[in-house]
């Protein structure tokens, strides 16, 4: 975790306003698009390496039939090497 709880919650609902952006530019009507952003209060792993970090920064994606029933669920997450 870097910075602090507000800093780490504004990147959060920052990136899952892009990737709902993303699935608008690609044809998903907005009516089927939820985000919402955790912070640092759903943490994946409580490791300190790199991969750890990496996925405490993913995006999970969540498709949800008519029902509300989950039909797929994909989490996204990189890590870059050190320049």
């Known amino acids: 975790r870097t910075g602090g709880s507000e800093h780490n919650l504004d990147l959060s609902k920052r990136r899952a306003e892009n990737v709902r952006k993303a699935l608008l530019q690609n044809g998903i009507t907005p009516d089927r698009v939820t985000i919402v952003g955790y912070g640092d209060t759903v943490l994946a792993t409580t490791g300190t390496d790199e991969v750890s970090h990496a996925l405490n920064r993913?995006?999970?994606a969540t498709v949800v039939g008519h029902k509300?029933?989950?039909?797929?669920?994909?989490?996204?997450?990189?890590?870059?090497?050190?320049?």
Do not use: Y
């Open 58 to 60: 993913r995006v999970t």
């Open 68 to 83: 509300g029933e989950v039909k797929k669920e994909w989490t996204i997450f990189t890590t870059l090497p050190k320049s």
